[in-house]
């Protein structure tokens, strides 16, 4: 790998990590410590859409409207149990 790779493979990497953190912070959450299971299976999909978007095996376009439905769908699913922080 040469070194530009490893800078886009960086710049993709901290796009991500901003990307998903402000997504995280407009849909309220502030903690992770009273997860659910439904809670679990977002993260571990996440996971799998930034390695995607970090390895460029997916437009970060497309990363981006994954994740951003699949957190409308929770705060849908579980409306009540987003902890808005304090």
């Known amino acids: 790998m040469d070194l530009v790779t490893l800078g886009r493979v960086a710049i993709r990497a901290l796009t991500a990590y901003v990307f998903l953190l402000a997504l995280l912070r407009l849909a309220g959450r502030q903690s992770i410590r009273h997860g659910t299971p439904f809670d679990f299976v977002l993260a571990l999909i996440l996971g799998d ?6 390895w460029a095996e997916v437009p970060f376009v497309q ?24």
């Open 49 to 54: 859409l930034v390695d995607n978007a970090i």
């Open 63 to 86: 990363f981006a409207i994954a994740s951003t439905t699949l957190v409308v769908s929770r705060l849908i699913v579980s409306p009540g149990r987003i902890e808005t922080g304090g």
